[in-house]
């Protein structure tokens, strides 16, 4: 089963959010997943209970994660996607270590930064892949579709440290285009498991920064 852990040190970055995009698009493409809320606020619990119709199947874990991934590889979920807390305690640690890939939604901004380089540092410790995701960004607008620049210079400072950027982002607001944008995520994350998976099979072993994004143009 292939667990996707969504975290970051820093507060209001969007991981409730897109942990349910994510889990919806994998859904509509015949997976079956199951959503982990382990923050205790219950944030992702209290959405999935507003659907009316599309409710993902959830499991509460503030602790002892890796018995529900255990459960649910039993009952047959394809993946599992898993929302953290904002903080850097055993929660957030267990989950990562049970990632297959660590997920990492940030503002565009230089100020949000210093919390993805240190979610980056606990998943290098844990020797996980990982991908940080722009999340809340301004839409790009006109026929070239160029990038705006809040999002362009953020994403140069991630890059320079070694850290692995969707090449997309996810626009603020609601809306067709920012639901293809996570469709474009998840598009992406798909394959890069795949690549992870089968460089595991392989028995590839080139370190925690990403090995597979050579193969998926992430």
Same mark, same amino acid.
């Given at each position: 089963?292939?667990?996707?852990?969504?975290?970051?040190?820093?507060?209001?970055?969007?991981?409730?959010?897109?942990?349910?995009?994510?889990?919806s698009a994998a859904q509509g493409h015949g997976a079956r997943c199951l959503v982990i809320d382990a923050d205790p606020r219950g944030a992702l619990t209290a959405c999935?209970?507003?659907?009316?119709?599309?409710?993902?199947?959830?499991?509460?874990?503030?602790?002892?994660?890796?018995?529900?991934?255990?459960?649910?590889?039993?009952?047959?979920?394809?993946?599992?996607?898993?929302?953290?807390?904002?903080?850097?305690?055993?929660?957030?640690?267990? *989950? $990562?270590?049970? =990632?297959?890939?660590?997920?990492?939604?940030?503002? +565009? #901004?230089?100020?949000?930064?210093? @919390? &993805?380089?240190?979610?980056?540092?606990?998943?290098?410790a844990c020797n996980k892949p990982y991908l940080a995701v722009f999340n809340g960004a301004p839409a790009v607008r006109g026929r070239e579709e160029i990038e705006p620049?809040?999002?362009?210079?953020?994403?140069?400072?991630?890059?320079?440290?070694?850290?692995?950027?969707?090449?997309?982002?996810?626009?603020?607001?609601?809306?067709?285009?920012?639901?293809?944008?996570?469709?474009?995520?998840?598009?992406?994350?798909?394959?890069?498991?795949? *690549? $992870?998976?089968? =460089?595991?099979?392989?028995?590839?072993?080139?370190? +925690? #920064?990403?090995?597979?994004?050579? @193969? &998926?143009?992430?």
């Open positions: 089963m292939n667990v996707i852990t969504i975290a970051s040190r820093s507060a209001g970055c969007g991981k409730t959010t897109l942990t349910a995009h994510l889990a999935n209970a507003r659907r009316t119709e599309g409710a993902l199947p959830l499991s509460r874990a503030a602790f002892a994660i890796a018995r529900q991934i255990r459960m649910a590889e039993v009952v047959g979920y394809d993946w599992a996607f898993i929302d953290t807390p904002a903080t850097d305690g055993y929660v957030v640690e267990e *989950a $990562i270590r049970l =990632a297959t890939l660590v997920v990492i939604p940030t503002r +565009p #901004a230089f100020r949000e930064l210093n @919390a &993805v380089r240190e979610t980056v540092d606990a998943a290098r620049l809040a999002v362009a210079e953020p994403r140069a400072s991630l890059r320079r440290s070694d850290i692995p950027v969707w090449s997309g982002h996810i626009s603020e607001g609601t809306g067709h285009a920012r639901s293809l944008e996570f469709l474009r995520l998840w598009s992406t994350i798909a394959r890069s498991v795949a *690549a $992870i998976n089968e =460089a595991r099979q392989a028995n590839l072993d080139e370190g +925690p #920064a990403g090995f597979a994004w050579a @193969a &998926v143009g992430y």
